[in-house]
């Protein structure tokens, strides 16, 4: 029995399609052949339209041709898009896989500067004696660091800590002394304070002397303290900052605002190193702030606490601290 042309048509679509399917390997093109040869307007839907035309008796044998055409088309689209969906997920596998047993990418901790570390240890130590922090402005007033201070301007004490003089009759602060102003002025005694920051002053630099330093000054506030009391804490405080076993001396000294005043030394490297300043606050500091001297006495000291880590560290030049030299860092 001879075939019509339609049924032709539908044994040939069906190997295209097959054939257009098997090849391709990308799941978009996959969609588009499933619209050009089973959608609506596609070559089935187009072939079957000339049923019309067929005898009755043809009908039959063309449709169920066209139910087998369109199942072998719609098997084989099915079958490929589960393989390249297969394909595609291994493919996204392997590329995101982590091999556990490659060797991590790591990065390693940062250290505390030893100037940082100087200054946690040194607050812990006066927070633990009942001491509060305080902070004030690296730019400062001349009253708040020297008029304030008992260093008025024709004060030959100026000489002794020249700064960076701003515009606006500005400076940066010489000492974290102003500080203490600051806090006097807001606070009714008994204070008890301890002021960390970073100070400028004009200076030769070499092994022990830097233009640019970090300073932490103490201010004691109260009735009847003395200079023993003074002694006593700076005593307590080197003890523990040091050891026992570390030689410490008190030097008579001047300081503008502080009556008396004594520089405190310690043994280093077989020969004394000033590591301190201090004295009992001159009753003019505390007429400034509105202290009554008569009622009020009160004690300071200050230091730089790059002194000090090159005491704990027997670090021999200061200007190691500033070099960000890795190799010298790592080392605490």
């Known amino acids: 029995m001879s075939t019509s042309p339609i049924q032709n048509q539908l044994t040939e679509l069906q190997q295209e399609a097959v054939q257009a399917i098997t090849t391709t390997d990308n799941l978009d093109n996959l969609e588009q052949f499933r619209i050009k040869y089973l959608g609506k307007k596609g070559q089935l839907s187009q072939i079957l339209r000339g049923m019309g035309k067929l005898s009755p008796e043809e009908r039959p044998q063309v449709g169920a041709l066209a139910n087998e055409v369109k199942e072998a088309i719609q098997g084989k689209l099915d079958n490929q898009k589960a393989a390249l969906e297969k394909t595609q997920i291994e493919t996204q596998i392997k590329a995101e896989t982590l091999d556990v047993t490659m060797p991590g990418v790591s990065r390693p901790l940062g250290k505390v500067h030893p100037l940082n570390g100087v200054v946690d240890r040194v607050l812990d130590i006066f927070v633990g004696l009942g001491y509060t922090v305080a902070t004030g402005p690296q730019v400062e007033s001349d009253y708040y660091n020297f008029e304030a201070l008992n260093t008025p301007a024709d004060h030959p004490a100026r000489d002794m800590q020249d ?47 830097s233009a640019v330093f970090n300073q932490l000054e103490l201010l004691a506030v109260d009735k009847g ?18 050891g026992d076993e570390l030689p410490v001396q008190f030097r008579t000294s001047y300081f503008p605002f502080t009556e008396p005043s004594a520089e405190v030394d310690v043994q280093w490297k077989g020969k004394w190193l000033e590591v301190m300043g201090c004295g009992m606050v001159d009753p003019n500091v505390l007429k400034a702030v509105g202290y009554d001297p008569e009622v009020y006495s009160g004690f300071a000291a200050g230091f730089g606490v790059e002194r000090f880590a090159m005491v704990l560290h027997q670090i021999d030049d200061i200007r190691r601290l500033y070099n960000s030299d890795l190799r010298f860092l790592t080392q605490f």
């Open 163 to 209: 700064t960076f003089y701003l515009p606006g009759g500005n400076l940066l602060r010489t000492h974290t002394s102003s500080v203490q102003i600051r806090y006097m002025e807001n606070n009714e005694p008994p204070i008890r304070i301890i002021a960390p920051g970073r100070v400028y002053r004009r200076d030769t630099v070499d092994a022990t002397h």
């Open 225 to 242: 303290l003395k200079f023993t009391d003074l002694k006593g804490t700076i005593k307590e405080f080197l003890q523990r900052m040091f």
